[in-house]
């Protein structure tokens, strides 16, 4: 773990405390004067995707997730990464600051589909309906159209992964 970041672990089970690696005295100093010692709104958006995975995929999620609030390194543009080989998420602590709360649950959710759902991103072009992509799954995501219809997308995102609800 590097020293800035925050590094979540959600265990399996919703509902279960959530428990951060040992820290040295050092690294929390660090990570207070940085940030804030543990971001709750991220903490909710995860638990929140869990919530809605049991709804619709009619089981707890079975795996541990890593998602860490950082930089990351080597696209500047990024609002989310999943590194796959490395199983864990990043999301981008520039963009989390300036993110409205809706903006934050869409990065948050598409990152997750690629990380608890194993989806890719729809890249056809034939997905966008209405000035709207069909699903956050996107490569860039939905943007203002998930303001006006989140509950369209997320059904479409557990649907996608073969979860009907
Ligand atoms: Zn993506």
Not at 110 to 135: A, F, M, Q, R, Y
Request: glycine residues 8%; positive net charge.
């Amino acid at each position: 773990m590097t020293k800035l970041s925050i590094l979540l672990i959600f265990l399996t089970l919703f509902g279960c405390a959530t428990s951060g690696n040992k820290k040295t005295d050092s690294d929390s100093k660090i990570i207070d004067r940085e940030y804030p010692r543990v971001d709750y709104h991220l903490i909710q958006e995860v638990r929140r995707f869990g919530v809605l995975y049991k709804h619709y995929c009619k089981e707890e999620m079975d795996r541990t997730i890593d998602v860490r609030l950082e930089n990351i390194e080597g696209y500047p543009n990024a609002a989310g990464v999943y590194h796959r080989i490395q199983d864990y998420t990043i999301i981008s602590l520039k963009h989390w600051r300036r993110f409205t709360p809706m903006m934050r649950e869409e990065v948050v959710f598409h990152e997750l589909g690629h990380h608890v759902l194993n989806l890719g991103h729809d890249w056809s072009t034939d997905n966008i309906k209405e000035g709207c992509p069909k699903s956050i799954m996107y490569n860039k995501g939905a943007g203002n159209c998930y303001h006006m219809k989140s509950s369209y997308f997320i059904k479409e995102l557990f649907k996608r992964a073969g979860c009907k609800g």
